[in-house]
């Protein structure tokens, strides 16, 4: 999972192996993400790029390695 900043948000890129084989996982962190406070939308339209508007407090990578961490942790999300 690599993180990209772009005028007012942010992207999100998901290995194809997270994508592929783990969409139902990939769904479920786009909800999550869409209740964060201080996000304003998240667009998924392709299967391993999120774009998300806005920002929230704490920071969104490790927050989201995190969130990602805690389903998968038999897996590495640098």
Known sequence: ????????GFEVWFSERIARDHSD?????VRWLKVQPGVQGVLYEDPVVLMVDG????????????????????????
């Open 1 to 8: 999972m690599t993180f990209e900043d772009r005028p007012g």
């Open 25 to 29: 996982l990939a769904e479920a962190s």
């Open 55 to 78: 920002r929230w407090n704490e920071d969104p990578k490790s927050e989201l390695r995190a969130w990602w961490s805690v389903h998968l942790d038999w897996i590495d999300i640098a």
